[in-house]
């Protein structure tokens, strides 16, 4: 598994990079990493004009950091697709998303070795609509900092007991279908909106 990756802010990127599974075996990876190092990112200014190389570890605790604990837009095509390649776990959903699907995609390893979802960190809950919708948003966590608990449009700016942030998702390709009526495939988006 691989994937690209882009952080804008204010219409601006400011990063792009890659990432691949922890397992790629060592010649995969050179292709990557012969990629990164004789291309650029296309980047503004006060960017980070080197190509960042991550693996899928490394990429889902930058997911954490600006998906949950920034709160920024997260953006991709055919998302519940896409997180369910980068989770570790899987189980059903419950509550508003019961007959869903909870996935967890922040791990450690335990004791004797093994790789668990992190308690710690909020899991991805996906309930499909139909076949173009699905209904998306982080689960509550344990032990949520004080500033996790501080609604998005609070005057005061004081947490909330049992406040939990839902996260923004933004799926490209029920945006797609939603303006055309059409279900795409990625490549078919590509070319009709390019």
């Known amino acids: 598994m691989s994937g690209f990756y882009r952080l804008i802010v204010a219409g601006r990127c400011l990063e792009e ?20 190092a004789t291309h650029r990112a296309d980047t503004v200014a006060e960017g980070i004009r080197q190509l960042r190389l991550l693996t899928c570890s490394q990429f889902v605790v930058e997911l954490y950091k600006y998906a949950y604990k920034a709160r920024c837009l997260l953006v991709g095509y055919d998302l519940p697709f896409e997180l369910s390649r980068l989770a570790v776990d899987f189980a059903p959903a419950r509550g508003r998303f019961a007959g869903g699907f909870s ?19 909020p899991r991805i809950r996906i309930k499909y609509i139909d076949s173009k919708r699905a209904l998306k948003g982080f689960a509550a966590r344990n032990s949520p900092d004080e500033v996790d608990r501080i609604p998005e449009h609070s005057v005061t700016g004081e947490p909330r007991k049992g406040y939990k942030f839902r996260g923004y998702f933004l799926d490209l390709r029920t ?16 070319e009709a909106f390019l």
């Not at 990079?17 to 990164?36: A, M, T």
């Not at 390893?109 to 790789?115: E, F, I, V």
């Open 17 to 36: 990079g890659l990432f691949y599974d922890d397992n790629l075996p060592k010649k995969d990876r050179r292709v990557l990493e012969d990629y990164v």
């Open 103 to 121: 996935l967890g995609l922040w791990s450690y390893t335990d004791h004797r070795g093994r790789k668990r979802a992190n308690p710690y960190r």
């Open 175 to 190: 945006l797609a279908f939603a303006l055309t009526d059409i279900s795409y495939s990625l490549e078919g988006a590509c």
